[in-house]
């Protein structure tokens, strides 16, 4: 009934399997990519292209459904919805480096599907799914130009894992998804902890050798299915194409040197609107709109690529030349932090807050559920490129960008037993032109040393281009590469860290691959460049401030013994509600017993720490407690509370200096009184005096020996 192909491989020491003819027969590339007991579905299906459709319709999505973990999604909702932030993230590392591997003029639409049926808790399932969309469109007819492979990397105590298991990846202090072909790499995402450049462009170094071993794998996959590639591109008219270039591109060549980017696309409009009128419009024409901007297209970046072989950048910049930046701190006296971070046209508005652990965002996912303290949140509104537009919530692009400016900053923010806060940053771009991702890293920077953030060092981010001769291979690296240099380019590489090392990396590429050689030297001139960035920023704030804004939240945290959580909670919740009550605070325990105690306003949070501490002091012979709280009056004597959870008896005898007959008549439940534990016996029963305590108070001047008045909590 099946035609079933199945092979097996071990990349690094794990062992990955490939299957395809007997899942998703109908599909017109399926391959079940399985390693331990993580399994992925990937499939390519094509169909026809849109009529007058200028461009490659390509989609990609990625799912991992909890029920391949064998649990229920959390809330109400039993259905999963919408993509997650994660999904979205791995959905667009398989994109970008399968996107530029097809033949130019191929509009037929492509969507790869990748489903996670099977989860174990070792095994990442995004790199297999990675393999598998190139596996899936390597078996299929459409004209994908592979394999392409994908790996991850991990150094943990100075070591390489090939495909590091979830454990490895939270132990190490360098994470890298790569993906490539044989001959050279096509796309790069790091997390690392200020990792230099040399030990980066090893640890790519190595990971590409396993890159050449999953695409010798690939392409058994395809020679074993022995699939033909049929498929049919939009070829242009070139008679047509060299008429209109001959009208146009000396125009296109002169408006592109105009330095404003709004001037700048006007000229380039409204010579395109001329031709359009011109071709397209008389009712006896064949050529399309759509025919027509492909042709202005391949004009335009025949323009732009022209002039930067020529080094005539906009603006007349060098090639390793940074725009103008301008840095501002405290613009906006609300938030708990704020930045303005300026490079030429590109411009960020970063604000920080500053929350309690119940601000966490909850992640729930195929892993386990975890708080994320840090993040940030990247949004790129219409008007930042003088555009209108529907505004519907986050998109992948805002996901994505927020997402590398969050790992960039992250690596470098305190661990939570150093400052509890939860953080979060907002990047407001409000001008774009080029890399306002990296202007999010030197922004948020900026914003969480306002905020007083402690911060290991500074961090800066910039992105170095490419261009290339193709007829000659010469090429030139682009520093602080604008709109249109990465649009036309050949290569967008963003590199973010602080002073002495890398914190996150993202590479995508148009040309067939980068080179090792040239990637090296792209990390040279991307540390010189973050460096004087670097420079600039600290000019204007150098260190996180010493006090937090007025308006942030105070906090403060202790640590108890795990198993005493019970007695801080108490009976139904009523000792931390009790203390939250009585002292106007928030209280969070961690299961580790880290307790945080925040307030708004006032010193709340001091009191409850002074409350919680107590709780969990041993009693002290001879320790004056001024705030004891009568719980029960017996004949005999009344107990005392003089920690939450923590009573002694005093007796009738020593209650005071004079005769008392009841103590009813001179004491009520809930009435605050100064008591000293004069006694503990063996049984642990504690022994309080308020005589000996009022005598000691009156020795050092606070109260009369015979005051009986006290305050009353009810």
């Given amino acids: 009934m099946f035609n079933v192909t199945k092979i097996e491989r071990v990349i690094g020491d794990k062992t990955v399997t490939f299957e395809t003819g007997k899942i998703a027969t109908q599909a017109h590339g399926a391959v079940f990519v399985s390693c331990g007991e993580t399994k992925v579905l990937v499939t390519a299906c094509r169909s026809n292209p849109r009529e007058n459709i200028d461009y490659f319709p390509l989609s990609v999505d990625y799912r991992e459904r909890q029920a391949a973990a064998g649990r229920f999604p959390g809330g109400f909702m039993k259905r999963e919805g919408r993509p997650s932030t994660r999904e979205i993230l791995i959905a667009r590392c398989i994109d970008r480096p399968i996107r530029p591997l097809f033949p130019d003029g191929y509009y037929d639409e492509v969507q790869i599907m990748a489903n996670v049926l099977s989860a174990d808790k070792d095994h990442d399932p995004d790199v297999l799914a990675m393999m598998g969309a190139s596996a899936a469109l390597s078996i299929s ?220 965002q909850v992640v729930d996912g195929i892993k386990e559920e975890y708080g994320q303290r840090f993040m940030l949140h990247y949004n790129f509104p219409p008007y930042s490129v003088g555009e209108t537009g529907m505004i519907r919530g986050a998109g992948r692009r805002e996901i994505g960008h927020g997402a590398l400016a969050e790992k960039a900053l992250e690596r470098v923010c305190p661990p939570k037993e150093e400052f509890v806060y939860t953080i979060k940053l907002i990047s407001d771009i409000t001008g774009s032109n080029g890399s306002s991702s990296m202007a999010s890293v030197c922004g948020g920077c900026l914003a969480l040393m306002d905020a007083g953030v402690p911060i290991r060092k500074p961090v800066a981010g910039i992105s170095i281009g490419m261009i290339t001769d193709e007829e000659t291979g010469k090429y030139f690296l682009l520093t602080d590469i604008l709109g249109e240099e990465d649009h036309f380019g050949d290569m967008d590489f963003k590199v973010a860290g602080t002073e002495d090392g890398i914190t996150a990396i993202q590479l995508d590429i148009k040309a067939d691959g980068l080179p090792h050689e040239i990637l090296c030297e792209a990390f040279e001139q991307s540390r010189k460049a973050r460096l004087k960035i670097l420079e600039t920023m600290t000019k204007t704030i150098d260190k996180p401030r010493e006090e937090l804004s007025k308006y942030a939240p105070k906090i403060v945290s202790t640590r108890i013994d795990p198993e005493l959580i019970g007695k801080l909670i108490g009976p139904g919740g009523a000792t931390i509600k009790g203390i939250q009550e009585e002292t106007g605070t928030n209280i969070e325990i961690d299961d580790d017993g880290v307790v945080s105690i925040s307030t708004m306003e006032g010193d709340g949070h001091l009191a409850a720490l002074n409350i919680i501490e107590s709780m969990f002091q041993k009693p002290e012979v001879g320790k004056l407690y001024k705030n004891a709280k009568v719980v029960s009056i017996k004949d005999f004597g009344m107990f005392l509370e003089i920690a939450p959870g923590v009573e002694g008896l005093c007796h009738i005898s020593e209650a005071s200096d004079k005769y008392i007959k009841e103590l009813g008549d001179h004491f009520e439940r ?42 009353t909590q009810d």
């Fill in 141 to 360: 007819e459409i004209p994908f130009q592979g394999p392409l492979g994908a790996v991850k990397l991990a150094r943990v105590n100075g070591e390489y894992i090939i495909n590091p298991t979830h454990s490895e990846i939270e132990q190490s202090d360098l994470n890298l998804l790569l993906g490539g072909r044989k001959e050279a790499i096509n796309m790069i995402e790091v997390d690392s902890k200020e990792v230099p450049e040399d030990v980066m462009a090893d640890a790519i170094k190595h990971a590409h050798k396993y890159i050449v071993e999953v695409c010798d794998f690939i392409q058994e996959l395809r020679d074993a299915c022995g699939v033909e590639k049929k498929f049919e591109v939009s070829a242009l008219d070139e008679e047509l194409v060299a008429k209109v270039e001959s009208e146009i591109f000396d125009k296109l060549y002169q408006a592109k040197a105009i330095e404003m980017k709004a001037e700048r696309k006007e000229a380039v409009d409204t010579i395109r609107e001329a031709m359009i009128e011109k071709y397209c419009e008389p009712e006896d024409s064949e050529i399309t709109e759509g025919i027509m901007n492909r042709i202005l297209d391949k004009i335009e970046k025949k323009a732009v690529r022209k002039r930067l072989l020529e080094g005539k950048r906009t603006g007349n910049r060098g090639n390793d030349e940074l725009r103008e930046i301008e840095c501002e701190v405290g613009l906006l006296p609300r938030v708990h932090g704020s930045a303005v971070f300026t490079r030429g046209e590109t411009q960020a508005i970063v604000s920080a807050i500053l929350g309690t652990g119940r601000d966490e």
């Fill in 670 to 711: 809930g009435q605050v009184v100064p008591v000293k534990l004069i006694a503990i016996d063996n049984m642990g029963r504690l022994k309080l005096s308020r005589k000996a305590a009022l005598a000691e108070m009156e020795d050092n001047g606070e109260g009369s020996a015979d005051e009986e008045t006290a305050q």
